[in-house]
């Protein structure tokens, strides 16, 4: 059973940047793919970035791609989102997410834990 708590969230300017901290707990974080992932009130929780179990494989939506990087650190059992140039757009609930595949996926149905979320709020 993998635990994750995320943190990092929180109220910035239109092109301005914040780094999302994912910290993992039990299980074994190097075993897992991580992904991140947002949610509007309403909506359906969208893709925003994965990476493999090494973090030597990244994907992301095409919304946030050149502006998202996620990372990684096993040692730590950490993964990151660092978010730069944000927009309003870019506002929501964001999770993290682990799969037990080692490869990255942005399907939301192939990962097994989730965080509760940080908010992150970008205003104009």
């Known amino acids: 059973q993998v635990q994750l708590v995320e943190s990092g969230g929180g109220l910035v300017q239109a092109g301005g940047s914040l780094r999302l901290n994912c910290a993992a707990s039990g299980g074994s974080f190097s075993a897992y793919a991580m992904g991140w992932f947002r949610q509007l009130p309403g909506k359906d929780r969208e893709f925003v970035a994965t990476i493999n179990w090494i973090g030597d494989a990244t994907e992301y939506a095409d919304s946030v791609k050149g502006r998202f990087t996620i990372s990684r650190e096993n040692t730590k059992k950490t993964a990151y989102l660092q978010m730069n140039s944000l927009k309003p757009e870019d506002t929501a609930v964001y999770y993290c997410?682990?799969?037990?595949?080692?490869?990255?996926?942005?399907?939301?149905?192939?990962?097994?834990?989730w965080g509760r979320g940080t908010q992150v709020t970008v205003s104009s």
């Open positions: 997410a682990a799969t037990r595949l080692i490869y990255p996926t942005p399907d939301p149905n192939i990962y097994d834990y």
